[in-house]
C-alpha cells in the first residue's frame, strides 16, 4: 500500500493514467490515511470536476493532456495539475511519492525533455506541457 503526505487524485481507466482530464471518467483519490476512492466524474463538467476535488481536498492532481480552461479551473481552486503524464496508474503513483521526476518518466509522447509537442516552443518560452 502506498502512503501519501497529501490527498492527491489522478484521472484513472483501466489502471492507467486517463489519456485527456476533460472526458476522463474517474478519479483515484488518495488520502495520507492511506484510504482511497474512486470518484465517477464521467457526466460531470470541468466546473464540477473540480469542485469534486475541493470538496474531497485534493491538492495535486495528476492527468494525461488537459484542456487550458480545465487546468485555469483547478489551479484557481489551489489545485497542483502535473500533467501530460501517461503510464500505470500504481506506478506513476510510486514515482510521485518517491519523489522521482514524473513528468519526465512518464511523459505522454511528443512532450519531450525541451519541447512540447503542441507548439513546438521550449518549456521555459511558453511550452504547454506542464513540465515546469
Known sequence: MLW???????TNWNDIV??????????LILRPDGSRNAV????????DKADVCLKEGVTVLICGAIS????????????KVISWIRGPVH?????????????EKFSMPGCGR????????????GGHCGMR
Open 4 to 10: 501519501v503526505m497529501e490527498t492527491i487524485a489522478i
Open 18 to 27: 486517463s489519456p485527456l482530464y476533460d472526458a476522463s471518467c474517474c478519479l
Open 40 to 47: 465517477d466524474i464521467r457526466n460531470m463538467s470541468l466546473s
Open 68 to 79: 487550458s480552461i480545465g487546468n485555469a479551473i483547478l489551479q484557481d481552486k489551489h489545485v
Open 91 to 103: 506506478d506513476v503513483i510510486a514515482a510521485y511519492l518517491t519523489n522521482s521526476n514524473v513528468s
Open 114 to 125: 525541451m519541447l512540447c509537442r503542441k507548439n513546438k516552443l521550449p518549456r521555459h518560452i
